[in-house]
């Protein structure tokens, strides 16, 4: 049992290249994120999906797309990246209640950097 | 949306010492409110979380406090030890299912021995 795994782990990008952070979870939870962790800004969310199929926006959508073709895995692009896209990026998965808000399990994050 | 914001953002303590931090929130719908702990260089990790119809929760050396008339909650540490050295995050959420958290901006707390 793996919980959730991110890769790649490290990333060096140009400006304008485009890539792909893969997200993939063997809980068989619901619902999947994708956060942004920035030194002072605490972890601010990206996109978010509640099953297979179906995505959302979150506070910080703009320059990324998402895509849950599969339960367990959860993609993230970056079709241009910007240097304001240096972040490190932390995908999360969570168990579906309809009573209370379920816990949050982070992968081990993402750390990319845009020249 | 939810804005939570969040202090001291950093602490230091001695060893045994108790550590507060102390968190709030803007939007009153808001009925669910965690507390993550993040070790350097590893993910976050849920340590305790407490909703809106309760106003205090203890597990062990960790408490969370909840006052929703002042749309405010705290997380209270005693007897603090080096391997509480971490960076916490607080987090808010109106929403049941799923959990669009919103984090304050954390506090990193030392523990000098």
């Known amino acids: 049992n793996a919980g959730v795994t991110q890769t790649p782990k490290f990333r060096v990008l140009k400006t304008g290249q485009s890539m792909t952070l893969l997200c993939a979870q063997d809980?068989?939870?619901?619902?999947m994120y994708w956060y942004r962790q920035d030194p002072g800004m605490g972890l601010r969310l990206i996109h978010y999906s509640v099953g297979e199929g179906t995505t959302a926006k979150g506070e910080v959508p703009d320059g990324y797309n998402v895509s849950r073709l599969k339960k367990q895995n959860f993609l993230l692009g970056l079709e241009s990246a910007a240097p304001s896209q240096t972040s490190v990026y932390f995908c999360a998965s969570s168990y579906y209640t309809q009573r209370h808000t379920g816990e949050l399990f982070f992968g081990e994050g993402s750390r990319l950097t845009v020249l | 949306g939810e804005n939570v914001e969040q202090h001291p953002s950093t602490l230091s303590v001695q060893e045994g010492d108790s550590a507060v931090i102390k968190c709030t929130y803007s939007d009153s719908a808001s009925n669910y409110f965690p507390w993550y702990k993040q070790e350097l260089g590893k993910r976050p990790q849920l340590i305790i979380d407490i909703r809106s119809n309760v106003g205090e929760k203890k597990d062990q050396r960790i408490a969370v406090t909840l006052n929703k008339t002042a749309k405010h909650f705290s997380l209270h540490i005693t007897e603090t030890q080096p391997e509480d050295s971490a960076v916490y995050f607080c987090a808010a959420s109106m929403r049941t299912g799923a959990n669009n958290l919103f984090f304050g901006t954390g506090t990193r707390l030392t523990v000098i021995p």
């Open positions: 809980m068989n939870h619901e619902y």
